[in-house]
Nanobody, 123 residues
Framework: QVELVESGGGSVQVGGSLTLSCVAS????????LAWFRQPSGKAREGVAI???????NYADSVKGRFTVSRDNANNTAYLQMDNLKPEDSAMYYC?????????????????WGRGTQVTVSS
């Protein structure tokens, strides 16, 4: 049974940093692509970043240069390092995975999801 559990969310001031974790179980984390999504209150879920089975990464334009996705295969854990945070980054953040292909930023292409962790950025 595939399971993903996010943690590390919280409140941070503008310009601050936060690191999110996603602990995976039921599969080896490097055997599937893993993406981070976020959903601001009242808005649609959007792709943030992805780490591929090859270790390659992609980022949404809105976070490029500020966010970094990585994984620790030994701990079966993925991370999202968020720097220079802005109020627009406030959202519920989810990690998700799928062994299938498709556009990485589309939630429909990911079948297994965590429950999410809230990030709030304020001035």
């Amino acid at each position: 049974q595939v399971e993903l559990v996010e943690s590390g969310g919280g409140s941070v001031q503008v310009g601050g940093s936060l690191t999110l974790s996603c602990v995976a179980s039921g599969y080896a984390i490097n055997r599937r692509r893993l993406a981070w999504f976020r959903q601001p209150s009242g808005k649609a879920r959007e792709g943030v970043a992805i780490i591929l089975t090859s270790g390659g990464t992609n980022y949404a334009d809105s976070v490029k240069g500020r966010f970094t996705v990585s994984r620790d295969n030994a701990n079966n854990t993925a991370y999202l390092q968020m720097d220079n945070l802005k109020p627009e980054d406030s959202a519920m953040y989810y990690c998700a995975t799928s062994s299938n292909g498709g556009i990485w930023s589309s939630p429909a292409n990911f079948g297994d999801w965590g429950r999410g962790t809230q990030v709030t950025v304020s001035s």
